[in-house]
């Protein structure tokens, strides 16, 4: 029997205090690529109880993205918004979802993001990271921005950290280790730069709650 | 001087485009920080460095 919506709710403001969950729960994040970051990202925002995710890839799942990402042998063939919606919901019934099967390019990006208050950059293409990043920090200033660049192979788990580079951008990663090198990306790691990324649209969100309580009292 | 990457270079009066024409950074790949603002890759060309400026060049990776 799945809770009621009521039942969960309730259970997340036990777990996180009435306004944190709220700072939580009314916010909308976009994750850019449905891979082994953004099916990770989005599994662990969920959990967390953000109200709101857009979902964008074009892409299906294939055998061959099993090996890292939140999808299941059942699932090889759908798209992966699809088979992220229906993953998510299993886990978060009440959580909202706007996806969007589509490559994410110069001309559709402001229209993709214009709902999102954070954005979460987990393309696999370094020029496509490089694109989302100029255009959300030069023509979407009010956005946050959490990317992530370095994360592939067996390195030292520890080399991943979050780098704070502008008042509205944090990079996760290592910044070094490219797919293009070696044995490629590995669950584990990948998991990790994930978690930096997801940890931080948490804090984020905290911080911007907190500023808020701060004003209340003044 | 100016500030790259943490790093003080003697590269004031030189633009942008300049500056990362002596790099080996593959352009398609960096996003450009310039005193807290990030630089649209249309004005590296227009964009001079001044004595004091702190300029960021992220250079992703792939992966994901």
Known sequence: MIPTKEEWNNALEERHGKELHRAFS????????LGGLGSNIAIALARA???????????????TNLHRQQYKATQIGMYKTVALAENLKEIAPYISLEIHTERITEDNVLTLLKDADIIC????????????????????RDKYLVAASGMAGLYDANRIKT??????FYLCGDEESDVAD??????????????HEAHTVLRILASNFEELRGKDNE | MVK????????????????????????KRIATELNGDIIPKATYADTVLKDGDSIEIVSFVGGG
């Open chain 1, 163 to 168: 780098r704070k580079v502008t008042s509205r």
């Open chain 2, 4 to 27: 790259v990457n943490g790093e003080p270079l003697d590269i004031a009066g030189k633009t942008i485009a300049e500056y990362l024409a002596t790099t080996n950074y593959d352009m």
């Open chain 1, 121 to 140: 950059e987990a393309f696999d293409d370094a020029e496509c990271k490089a694109m989302l990043m100029e255009i959300v920090l030069t023509e979407m």
């Open chain 1, 49 to 63: 109880g953000v109200g709101r995710l857009i979902l964008i890839d074009f892409d299906r799942v294939d055998i």
């Open chain 1, 182 to 195: 070696g044995i490629g990306l590995v669950s584990s790691r990948v998991m990790i730069c994930a978690a």
């Open chain 1, 26 to 33: 009314s916010a909308t994040v976009a994750v850019c690529g």
